[in-house]
Antibody, heavy 115, light 107 residues
């Protein structure tokens, strides 16, 4: 059974940093592009960033470029999102997902950016 | 960026009724379209991929179709468990973009 378990969310002040993690199991992690998708409270879904199989290629939405860094550790079957210079508009539930049709999703981790 | 215009924003329907939700892509995306269902407090669940293919474990009352750059999700006989918010996604090019969502409620 495919499982994606996010962690690392919480309350953080504007301008500070936070690192999200996603532990994957039940599939060959290194065979999949991976992504982070977020959902602000009561809002829709928004793709944030993606990473290739080996981490050699990364992609970001414009609003997080230069502030967020996606990475992965295939040996640990783990995906990460380093979020720096956080803004109030980054407040959302962050989901880890497999890029192939975004078929598998974690339960999400809530990030709240507020003073 | 490719825009996905989803309609309606909300929909109220009766049990056993046929329900149709549409997404209009701002340019040609071929069959690179997926549909998701999200229930309150839960993660999105893939329903349809490749515009018309049913994901594993999804009831056959769900179906997807395409006409040019317009895509439709049809629920043939609405059930209580189908209540939630539905999203389309274009997987043709980065940045992947979702529709704004359709909130489906029981009448």
């Amino acid at each position: 059974e495919v499982q994606l378990v996010e962690s690392g969310g919480g309350l953080v002040q504007p301008g500070r940093s936070l690192k999200l993690s996603c532990a994957a199991s039940g599939f060959t992690f290194s065979d999949y592009y991976m992504a982070w998708v977020r959902q602000a409270p009561t809002k829709g879904l928004e793709w944030v960033a993606s990473i290739s199989y080996d981490g050699g290629s990364t992609y970001y939405r414009d609003s997080v470029k230069g502030r967020f860094t996606i990475s992965r550790d295939n040996a640990k079957s783990s995906l990460y999102l380093q979020m720096d210079s956080l803004r109030s508009e980054d407040t959302a539930t962050y989901y880890c997902t497999t890029v192939q049709w975004f078929a598998y999703w974690g339960q999400g981790t809530l990030v709240t950016v507020s003073s | 960026d490719i825009q996905m215009t989803q309609s309606p924003a909300s929909l109220s329907a009766s049990l056993e009724e046929i329900v149709t939700i549409t997404c209009q892509a701002s340019q040609d995306i071929g069959n690179w379209l997926a549909w998701y269902q999200q229930k309150p407090g839960k993660s999105p669940q893939l329903l349809i991929y490749g515009a018309t293919s049913l994901a594993d474990g999804v009831p056959s009352r769900f179906s997807g179709s395409r006409s040019g750059t317009q895509y439709s999700l049809k629920i043939s006989r609405l059930q209580v468990e189908d209540i939630g918010i539905y999203y389309c996604l274009q997987a043709y090019s980065a940045p992947n973009t979702f529709g704004a969502g359709t909130k489906l409620e029981l009448k």
